[in-house]
């Protein structure tokens, strides 16, 4: 049973370009959640897809979107990059979606804004 | 004001010092509260989920435990490998549909 992978592991972008990160689900699971943790900060909720459809946001703007596909693997697209756009961004895939589902994270992607 | 807020920020013991970390929240509707460990250059990793307040569950040397309004990581004879970043996460009732909403994280260091 393979984990939940992502990639790249690092990138580095400037301000004002796009940037797209991917994750790919640990088997059997159907719905993928991405977080953006800052330094020193706890993860924050980005949104979580579930069977392709959006299924919930958190406080971040349209430039930050998202994709499923049917394999269940996820893109995270982030357009237009600012600075405060620095951070690791964690997927987390989970059986279902729903109350008190287990979240498996993958390491994330680190992504610095110059 | 932080709906989830952890303390400390960084706690330093020696190795067989128990000890506890403290994760207050002030979201209504709570749904349940997680216990997340963060290694460095990796994602968190699942503990515990607490759904009720009087709710304890345990795994080796980690017991947490649930009150209406914090939740307590409790530590007993910690090794150096039980250190990490700990995090604490609840989900509620108009939170962004079934995300979380973490705190800062306790960062824990365990002295041989």
């Known amino acids: 049973e393979t984990g939940v992978t992502q990639s790249p592991t690092h990138l580095i972008k400037t301000r004002g370009q796009q940037v797209t990160l991917r994750c790919s689900s640990q088997?059997?699971?159907?719905?993928v959640s991405w977080y953006q943790q800052a330094l020193g900060q706890g993860p924050q909720f980005i949104f979580q897809?579930?069977?392709?459809?959006?299924?919930g946001r958190g406080n971040f703007p349209p430039r930050f979107s998202g994709l499923q596909f049917p394999n269940y693997s996820s893109e995270l697209n982030v357009n237009a990059l600012e600075l405060d756009d620095s951070a690791l961004y964690l997927c987390?895939?989970?059986?279902?979606?729903?109350?008190?589902?287990?979240?498996?994270f993958g390491s994330g992607t680190q992504l610095s804004v110059l | 004001e932080d709906q989830v807020t952890q303390s400390p920020e960084a706690l330093r013991l020696q190795e067989g010092e128990s000890s506890s970390l403290n994760c207050s929240y002030t979201?209504?509707?709570?749904?349940?509260l997680f216990w997340y460990r963060q290694d460095p250059g990796k994602g968190p990793e699942f503990l515990f989920t607490?759904?009720?307040a009087g709710e304890e569950k345990e795994k080796e040397r980690l017991k947490a435990t649930l009150t209406k309004k914090e939740s307590f990581l409790h530590i007993t004879a910690p090794k150096p490998e039980d250190s990490a970043t700990y995090l604490c996460?609840?989900?509620?009732?108009?939170?962004?549909?079934?995300?979380?909403?973490f705190g800062k994280g306790t960062h824990l260091i365990i002295q041989p």
């Open positions: 987390a895939s989970s059986v279902n979606r729903g109350l008190n589902e287990k979240l498996f």
């Open positions: 088997s059997g699971h159907n719905t």
């Open positions: 897809y579930y069977r392709e459809e959006e299924n």
């Open positions: 979201v209504s509707g709570l749904r349940g």
């Open positions: 607490l759904y009720s």
């Open positions: 996460a609840v989900q509620y009732s108009g939170g962004g549909a079934d995300g979380l909403t």
